[in-house]
């Protein structure tokens, strides 16, 4: 089975070829082309990404195929991401597909976001495969889930408010620091003392136990409130930048680690898997490691963490071999749950 997979859900256009099945996703090439200009606006502008998309969309196809070497026509099917995100820009990833497949004669098949990033991590670590727990961090999301195969998804926890990638993005523009931000904060923090500000760790407290609303759930409002005070209390933002940083980074990472160990521990996972672009943090990672014992943790690379086609094919090889066809009424969707999930009250096995 060999894919192509078009992914435009936010403010990356990216294609990518992937080969193989769900169990071994070989990765052929891939091409992500970030859209820089939202950096001007400090956030996406949804109307200016659609418009980027489709100027991108064939040139960043072409390269993929010509990085694989092979023409659009000996692609067995293409997937793309359909849901969720902006949806003008998902349309233009959508109809681009549909156009191609309908003129190629392949199917085209729709790929969840969010079950693109699960896959993410497979496609370099051949053992970060279900059962395991994962942590999908992005700048739309958080999610909490467990994962007994491929395709069955149990939500266990999510945050109340902000994601934790927006969490970043937020504390970063408080700091005056470059959208997106979560890279800058990890930057800046490393020169940070720990000790001169702590903050809360939201929704975590030892009383809390498995059957409690907010046991798994996270919630990131108040801690960006709390360091809102913290910058406007400091009479000198460039000396106590880094320490702000490092006191945010600290109350998120610690609570992220602590729900994500108490899942793996409740469900009897050996494995935790991290996906999405909050991901790339190194202090992130190095804490889930570090907060052992058991659980091996695995977390893709900075380019596949991040929004990009490939996750995107291996999930499609996935829902291929589950039994997807081509959907010629294929749309596209702002919000939409992961197939094949359930939530916390449900048992999947
Ligand atoms: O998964 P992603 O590329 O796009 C979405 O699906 O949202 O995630 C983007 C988010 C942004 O909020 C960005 O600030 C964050 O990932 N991010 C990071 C780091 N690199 C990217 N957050 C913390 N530390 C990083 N090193
Ligand atoms: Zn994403």
């Not at 898997?273 to 052992?292: D, I, P, S, T, Y």
């Not at 690379?301 to 294929?330: C, K, Q, W, Y």
Request: aromatic share 4%; glycine share 10%; proline share 5%.
């Amino acid at each position: 089975m060999r894919l192509l997979a078009i992914e435009t859900s936010c403010d990356e256009t990216s294609a990518a070829v992937v080969s193989g099945d769900s169990r071994a996703p070989r990765l052929e090439s891939l091409v992500i082309l970030s859209q820089d200009i939202h950096a001007v606006f400090g956030g996406v502008v949804p109307e200016i990404a659609s418009r980027e998309h489709l100027t991108a969309i064939v040139p960043v196809t072409r390269q993929a195929l010509a990085e694989a070497r092979i023409a659009a026509r000996d692609v067995d099917a293409i997937a793309v991401t359909h849901a969720p995100g902006l949806v003008g820009a998902l349309l233009v990833g959508v109809s681009y597909a549909k156009a191609l497949g309908a003129a190629l004669g392949k199917p085209v098949i729709g790929v969840h976001h969010m079950e693109g990033h699960l896959f993410a991590t497979a496609l370099e670590h051949a053992d970060a495969t279900p059962p395991f727990t994962a942590l999908l961090v992005s700048g739309g999301h958080t999610l909490l889930l467990d994962v007994a195969a491929w395709g069955e998804y149990r939500l266990l926890g999510q945050t109340r408010d902000d994601a934790a990638g927006e969490a970043f993005d937020k504390v970063a523009k408080l700091l005056g620091l470059p959208y997106p931000g979560g890279k800058h904060i990890e930057r800046v923090a490393r020169d940070g003392d720990p000790t001169r500000f702590r903050f809360p760790r939201p929704m975590l407290n030892r009383g809390q136990q498995e059957g409690d609303a907010d046991y798994y759930d996270v919630s990131f409002s108040g801690l960006k409130t709390a360091v809102l005070h913290a910058v406007r209390a400091s009479d000198d933002i460039e000396r106590d930048r880094a320490h702000i940083a490092r006191g945010f980074q600290d109350a998120l990472v610690e609570t992220l680690v602590a729900k994500t160990h108490r899942a793996a521990r409740a469900h009897g996972r050996a494995k935790i898997v991290l996906g999405g672009g909050v991901a790339c943090n190194g202090a992130l990672v190095a804490a889930m490691r570090a907060a052992g014992p058991g659980g091996e943790v695995f977390a893709p690379s900075v380019r596949l963490a991040t929004d990009n086609a490939a996750m995107i094919g291996a999930a499609g090889l996935f829902r291929m071999e589950a039994g997807a066809h081509n959907d010629p009424a294929l749309n596209a969707f702002s919000g939409r749950p992961i197939p094949g999930l359930v939530d916390a009250t449900v048992s999947v096995r």
